[in-house]
T-cell receptor, first 113, second 114 residues
Framework: GENVEQHPSTLSVQEGDSAVIKCTYS??????FPWYKQELGKRPQLIID?????GEKKDQRIAVTLNKTAKHFSLHITETQPEDSAVYFC????????????FGAGTRLFVKA | IAGITQAPTSQILAAGRRMTLRCTQD?????MYWYRQDLGLGLRLIHY???????GKGEVPDGYSVSRANTDDFPLTLASAVPSQTSVYFC?????????????FGEGSRLTVL
Protein backbone atom coordinates (compact mmCIF):
# COMPACT_ATOMS: atom_id res chain seq x y z
CA GLY A 1 0.00 0.00 0.00
CA GLU A 2 0.88 3.64 0.00
CA ASN A 3 3.56 4.77 2.43
CA VAL A 4 5.12 8.09 3.34
CA GLU A 5 8.34 8.28 5.35
CA GLN A 6 9.40 11.48 7.06
CA HIS A 7 12.73 12.52 8.60
CA PRO A 8 13.85 13.65 11.06
CA SER A 9 11.33 12.86 13.79
CA THR A 10 12.72 15.70 15.93
CA LEU A 11 14.59 18.81 14.86
CA SER A 12 16.02 21.53 17.06
CA VAL A 13 17.38 24.76 15.57
CA GLN A 14 18.48 28.15 16.79
CA GLU A 15 16.22 31.10 16.01
CA GLY A 16 17.17 32.54 12.64
CA ASP A 17 18.59 29.29 11.30
CA SER A 18 16.99 27.20 8.56
CA ALA A 19 15.11 23.95 9.05
CA VAL A 20 14.71 21.19 6.49
CA ILE A 21 12.31 18.25 6.68
CA LYS A 22 12.41 15.45 4.12
CA CYS A 23 9.81 12.94 2.96
CA THR A 24 9.67 10.03 0.55
CA TYR A 25 6.58 8.38 -0.85
CA SER A 26 5.89 5.00 -2.39
CA UNK A 27 2.84 5.49 -4.63
CA UNK A 28 4.11 6.65 -8.02
CA UNK A 29 0.58 7.85 -8.88
CA UNK A 30 0.66 10.46 -6.11
CA UNK A 31 0.46 13.95 -7.59
CA UNK A 32 -0.42 16.23 -4.70
CA PHE A 33 1.92 16.86 -1.74
CA PRO A 34 0.68 19.05 1.12
CA TRP A 35 2.42 20.05 4.33
CA TYR A 36 0.51 20.59 7.56
CA LYS A 37 1.51 22.33 10.78
CA GLN A 38 0.04 21.23 14.08
CA GLU A 39 0.53 23.32 17.18
CA LEU A 40 0.19 21.73 20.58
CA GLY A 41 -3.41 20.72 21.28
CA LYS A 42 -4.65 22.09 17.96
CA ARG A 43 -5.81 20.64 14.68
CA PRO A 44 -3.43 20.26 11.71
CA GLN A 45 -3.58 23.13 9.22
CA LEU A 46 -2.23 23.37 5.69
CA ILE A 47 0.79 25.64 5.31
CA ILE A 48 1.89 24.92 1.76
CA ASP A 49 1.36 22.34 -0.97
CA UNK A 50 2.87 21.37 -4.29
CA UNK A 51 1.60 19.47 -7.30
CA UNK A 52 3.52 17.01 -9.41
CA UNK A 53 3.85 19.35 -12.38
CA UNK A 54 5.88 21.81 -10.29
CA GLY A 55 9.39 21.33 -8.91
CA GLU A 56 9.45 24.09 -6.34
CA LYS A 57 7.06 26.48 -4.62
CA LYS A 58 7.77 29.28 -2.18
CA ASP A 59 5.60 31.29 0.19
CA GLN A 60 7.52 33.87 2.22
CA ARG A 61 9.80 31.93 4.59
CA ILE A 62 8.67 28.45 3.59
CA ALA A 63 9.39 26.54 0.41
CA VAL A 64 8.80 23.03 -0.85
CA THR A 65 10.73 21.09 -3.44
CA LEU A 66 9.63 17.95 -5.26
CA ASN A 67 11.67 15.33 -7.09
CA LYS A 68 9.18 13.00 -8.77
CA THR A 69 11.83 10.73 -10.20
CA ALA A 70 13.25 10.02 -6.76
CA LYS A 71 9.82 10.24 -5.12
CA HIS A 72 10.89 12.63 -2.46
CA PHE A 73 9.92 16.13 -1.38
CA SER A 74 11.16 18.55 1.24
CA LEU A 75 10.02 21.48 3.35
CA HIS A 76 12.42 24.36 3.93
CA ILE A 77 11.83 27.01 6.57
CA THR A 78 14.22 29.95 6.57
CA GLU A 79 14.82 32.54 9.30
CA THR A 80 13.05 30.36 11.84
CA GLN A 81 11.15 31.99 14.68
CA PRO A 82 9.95 30.58 18.02
CA GLU A 83 6.38 30.53 16.69
CA ASP A 84 7.50 28.03 14.05
CA SER A 85 7.82 25.47 16.85
CA ALA A 86 5.23 22.79 16.12
CA VAL A 87 4.80 19.35 14.58
CA TYR A 88 5.00 19.31 10.79
CA PHE A 89 3.45 16.57 8.66
CA CYS A 90 4.10 15.83 5.03
CA UNK A 91 1.51 13.94 3.01
CA UNK A 92 0.95 12.45 -0.42
CA UNK A 93 -2.25 11.86 -2.34
CA UNK A 94 -3.80 11.37 -5.75
CA UNK A 95 -6.24 13.80 -7.32
CA UNK A 96 -8.06 10.97 -9.06
CA UNK A 97 -9.87 8.12 -7.36
CA UNK A 98 -10.38 10.25 -4.28
CA UNK A 99 -8.04 12.33 -2.18
CA UNK A 100 -6.90 9.44 0.05
CA UNK A 101 -4.22 11.48 1.75
CA UNK A 102 -1.48 9.48 3.49
CA PHE A 103 0.64 11.26 6.09
CA GLY A 104 4.19 10.91 7.29
CA ALA A 105 4.84 10.30 10.99
CA GLY A 106 5.61 13.97 11.67
CA THR A 107 8.59 16.11 12.67
CA ARG A 108 8.62 17.97 15.96
CA LEU A 109 10.44 21.25 15.36
CA PHE A 110 11.87 23.22 18.26
CA VAL A 111 13.11 26.75 17.59
CA LYS A 112 15.27 28.01 20.42
CA ALA A 113 15.24 31.73 21.11
CA ILE B 1 -19.18 29.62 11.48
CA ALA B 2 -18.39 27.26 8.62
CA GLY B 3 -16.26 24.26 9.39
CA ILE B 4 -16.20 20.78 10.86
CA THR B 5 -17.72 19.87 14.18
CA GLN B 6 -16.75 16.74 16.09
CA ALA B 7 -18.43 15.27 19.14
CA PRO B 8 -17.65 14.37 21.80
CA THR B 9 -14.42 16.29 22.38
CA SER B 10 -13.34 13.76 24.97
CA GLN B 11 -14.67 10.41 26.17
CA ILE B 12 -13.60 7.63 28.52
CA LEU B 13 -15.03 4.29 27.53
CA ALA B 14 -14.99 0.80 29.01
CA ALA B 15 -13.57 -1.93 26.79
CA GLY B 16 -16.26 -3.83 24.92
CA ARG B 17 -18.62 -0.87 24.70
CA ARG B 18 -19.92 0.54 21.45
CA MET B 19 -19.05 4.13 20.63
CA THR B 20 -19.91 6.49 17.80
CA LEU B 21 -17.86 9.61 17.11
CA ARG B 22 -19.86 12.22 15.27
CA CYS B 23 -18.60 14.50 12.52
CA THR B 24 -20.58 17.19 10.69
CA GLN B 25 -19.40 19.71 8.12
CA ASP B 26 -21.24 22.67 6.62
CA UNK B 27 -18.87 23.46 3.77
CA UNK B 28 -20.62 21.13 1.31
CA UNK B 29 -17.36 19.27 0.78
CA UNK B 30 -17.81 16.00 -1.05
CA UNK B 31 -14.91 14.07 0.51
CA MET B 32 -14.62 13.22 4.21
CA TYR B 33 -12.05 11.29 6.24
CA TRP B 34 -11.34 9.84 9.65
CA TYR B 35 -7.78 9.77 11.00
CA ARG B 36 -6.35 8.61 14.28
CA GLN B 37 -3.33 10.30 15.77
CA ASP B 38 -0.95 8.44 18.04
CA LEU B 39 2.38 9.70 19.36
CA GLY B 40 5.17 8.93 16.93
CA LEU B 41 2.82 7.49 14.32
CA GLY B 42 1.41 10.62 12.81
CA LEU B 43 -2.04 10.69 11.29
CA ARG B 44 -3.25 7.31 10.04
CA LEU B 45 -6.26 7.08 7.76
CA ILE B 46 -9.05 4.86 9.09
CA HIS B 47 -11.83 5.28 6.52
CA TYR B 48 -12.73 7.82 3.89
CA UNK B 49 -15.67 8.77 1.68
CA UNK B 50 -15.32 10.42 -1.72
CA UNK B 51 -18.99 11.34 -1.88
CA UNK B 52 -22.29 10.65 -0.14
CA UNK B 53 -23.22 6.98 -0.38
CA UNK B 54 -19.65 5.68 -0.82
CA UNK B 55 -16.94 4.74 1.67
CA GLY B 56 -13.48 3.22 1.48
CA LYS B 57 -10.92 1.64 3.77
CA GLY B 58 -7.80 3.48 4.78
CA GLU B 59 -4.57 2.26 6.41
CA VAL B 60 -6.05 1.03 9.71
CA PRO B 61 -9.76 0.17 9.19
CA ASP B 62 -10.08 -2.89 11.44
CA GLY B 63 -12.44 -2.40 14.37
CA TYR B 64 -14.05 0.68 12.84
CA SER B 65 -17.01 1.30 10.57
CA VAL B 66 -18.38 4.41 8.87
CA SER B 67 -21.43 5.49 6.95
CA ARG B 68 -22.12 8.45 4.65
CA ALA B 69 -25.87 8.82 4.33
CA ASN B 70 -25.62 12.48 3.29
CA THR B 71 -23.02 15.09 2.37
CA ASP B 72 -22.69 16.65 5.81
CA ASP B 73 -22.35 13.74 8.25
CA PHE B 74 -19.69 11.06 8.56
CA PRO B 75 -19.93 9.13 11.84
CA LEU B 76 -17.25 6.68 12.96
CA THR B 77 -18.35 3.66 15.01
CA LEU B 78 -16.30 1.40 17.23
CA ALA B 79 -18.48 -1.70 17.57
CA SER B 80 -16.60 -3.14 20.58
CA ALA B 81 -13.88 -0.81 21.85
CA VAL B 82 -10.44 -2.15 22.82
CA PRO B 83 -7.62 -0.34 24.69
CA SER B 84 -5.52 -0.10 21.51
CA GLN B 85 -8.17 2.22 20.12
CA THR B 86 -7.21 4.84 22.69
CA SER B 87 -6.23 7.76 20.51
CA VAL B 88 -7.12 11.22 19.26
CA TYR B 89 -9.49 11.01 16.34
CA PHE B 90 -9.67 13.71 13.69
CA CYS B 91 -12.39 14.08 11.12
CA UNK B 92 -11.53 16.02 7.98
CA UNK B 93 -13.13 17.09 4.73
CA UNK B 94 -12.01 18.35 1.36
CA UNK B 95 -13.60 19.78 -1.75
CA UNK B 96 -12.52 17.21 -4.25
CA UNK B 97 -13.45 19.23 -7.31
CA UNK B 98 -12.72 22.85 -6.41
CA UNK B 99 -10.49 22.85 -3.35
CA UNK B 100 -7.51 21.09 -4.84
CA UNK B 101 -7.08 18.59 -2.05
CA UNK B 102 -6.60 20.64 1.12
CA UNK B 103 -7.95 18.84 4.17
CA UNK B 104 -9.92 20.83 6.73
CA PHE B 105 -9.79 19.18 10.14
CA GLY B 106 -12.14 19.17 13.08
CA GLU B 107 -10.80 19.86 16.56
CA GLY B 108 -10.42 16.20 17.38
CA SER B 109 -12.03 13.70 19.75
CA ARG B 110 -9.85 12.25 22.49
CA LEU B 111 -10.95 8.71 23.25
CA THR B 112 -9.65 6.62 26.14
CA VAL B 113 -10.60 2.94 26.31
CA LEU B 114 -10.02 1.28 29.66
Amino acid sequence: GENVEQHPSTLSVQEGDSAVIKCTYSDSASNYFPWYKQELGKRPQLIIDIRSNVGEKKDQRIAVTLNKTAKHFSLHITETQPEDSAVYFCAASRTTGGFKTIFGAGTRLFVKA
Amino acid sequence: IAGITQAPTSQILAAGRRMTLRCTQDMRHNAMYWYRQDLGLGLRLIHYSNTAGTTGKGEVPDGYSVSRANTDDFPLTLASAVPSQTSVYFCASSDRYRGGGELFFGEGSRLTVL
